[in-house]
């Protein structure tokens, strides 16, 4: 979600109501969501580069994105503590333009 949305609260928001009008989640899902968001994969790599000694580039992108990313969290635990929209269910098929083809060849 990060990289598609850029730690933009209306970005976030867009793409997860577009996900939930097609994947309505639980409210321990969004739960789950909002906490796995904290945990961002590249914070533990520039931790670890850090902690070897290697230079670390991206800690350069972490600490100029930082106050982005603190302003999406709060955004997501606010969103994970919201009751989820009822499901919307897909209307059913057009039946018309359906025929039965009759595979007798006996007749």
Same mark, same amino acid.
């Given at each position: ?23 309505? $989640? ?7 969501? #909002?906490? $796995?968001?904290? $945990?961002?994969?590249?914070?533990? +790599?520039? #931790?670890?580069?850090?902690? $070897? ?7 350069? %992108? ?10 999406? +969290? !709060?955004?997501?635990?606010?969103? #994970?503590? !919201? ?23 006996? %007749?």
């Amino acid at each position: 979600m990060n990289n598609t949305t850029n730690f933009s609260v209306p970005n976030m928001n867009g793409f997860l109501v577009g996900y939930e009008k097609r994947c309505p $989640l639980t409210p321990e899902e969004r739960l789950i969501i #909002a906490s $796995l968001f904290r $945990l961002p994969r590249e914070v533990w +790599i520039a #931790a670890r580069q850090i902690r $070897l000694g290697m230079h670390s580039s991206i800690f350069k %992108s972490l600490k100029a994105s930082w106050s982005k990313r603190m302003e999406v +969290i !709060q955004w997501m635990d606010k969103w #994970a503590r !919201q009751q989820p929209q009822e499901p919307v269910t897909p209307p059913a098929p057009n039946e018309e333009g359906i025929s039965i083809v009759d595979n007798d060849f006996n %007749s």
